[in-house]
């Protein structure tokens, strides 16, 4: 997460998404249906690392209201000034692994775009954490990369490089759905083993989906 409050926020963030190439474009759409297709009007949703809101202003049409928490108030006073007073979105400060909600306050809680990775968080306490301010009969969607989605990770990842938005991808280190870049970011992904990994340690039950060729989803109901 510190990398994202301190190098990757606010405009900075918001152009990494302006630069996207059509397949990539594809894959943030397929993750947005994905949701949109599972939430429902009477719903009350959760997005942990919601950056300026790019996924909470497609959402919110569709549930009763949606809470979204990041680390970098750049990023939320993007978003706060981007909903323009649209008082079903709501941008709060705070750490994923410890949020200042009660117990079974959402219906949804949402992570995506490989947020369980990119965040450089536990992601056993990032899944509990969510679990735990899931309503009974709610759901938790986690979700990452696909493996057949690298060239176009990388190439997206390779224009941020030359913008100057990330650093220079460091070449011996990245590859197998890893990627490093030489001012300190790195992340990789969660495949669908890992995911059914991750589970069984936590007992919990999970449905594992791929999504587009692009993405692997790992929904919990509570």
């Known amino acids: 997460m ?13 152009r990494v998404y302006e630069i996207a190439t059509p397949r990539v474009r594809r894959y943030l759409q397929a993750e947005v249906d994905y949701l949109l297709e599972r939430l429902g009007p009477a719903d009350e949703v959760l997005e942990l690392g919601c950056g300026y ?4 202003t497609a959402l919110v049409p569709r549930v009763r209201r949606i809470i979204g928490v990041d ?30 909600f ?13 947020g369980i ?5 536990n992601p056993e306490k990032l899944i509990l954490e ?10 938790a969607f986690f979700s990452s990369y696909a493996p057949g989605f690298w060239p176009h990770r990388l190439e997206w990842f390779e224009l941020q490089a030359r913008e100057g938005l990330v650093g220079e991808i460091d070449p011996e280190q990245t590859g197998d ?9 790195r ?9 059914r990994s991750l589970c069984t340690r936590l007992r919990l039950q999970a449905e594992i989906v791929e999504v587009d060729g692009s993405s692997v989803f790992c929904v919990l109901r509570k």
Do not use: H
Request: aromatic share 6%; proline share 2%.
């Open 130 to 139: 969510g679990m735990r301010v899931t309503r009974p009969g709610g759901r």
């Open 71 to 100: 680390v970098s108030s750049e990023s939320l006073d993007l978003g706060r000034k981007m909903a323009g007073g649209d008082r079903r979105m709501e941008f709060m400060k705070m750490d994923a692994l410890d949020l200042a």
């Open 187 to 195: 992340a990789g992904i969660m495949e669908a083993e890992d995911f």
């Open 53 to 56: 809101g790019r996924v909470m």
């Open 177 to 185: 759905g890893v990627i490093v870049c030489r001012d300190g970011f």
């Open 2 to 14: 510190s990398y994202y409050r301190r190098r990757l926020s606010g405009e900075r963030l918001r």
């Open 117 to 121: 990775c990119a965040s450089r968080v």
């Open 102 to 114: 009660p117990d079974g306050s959402f219906d949804a809680v949402a992570c995506v775009q490989n």
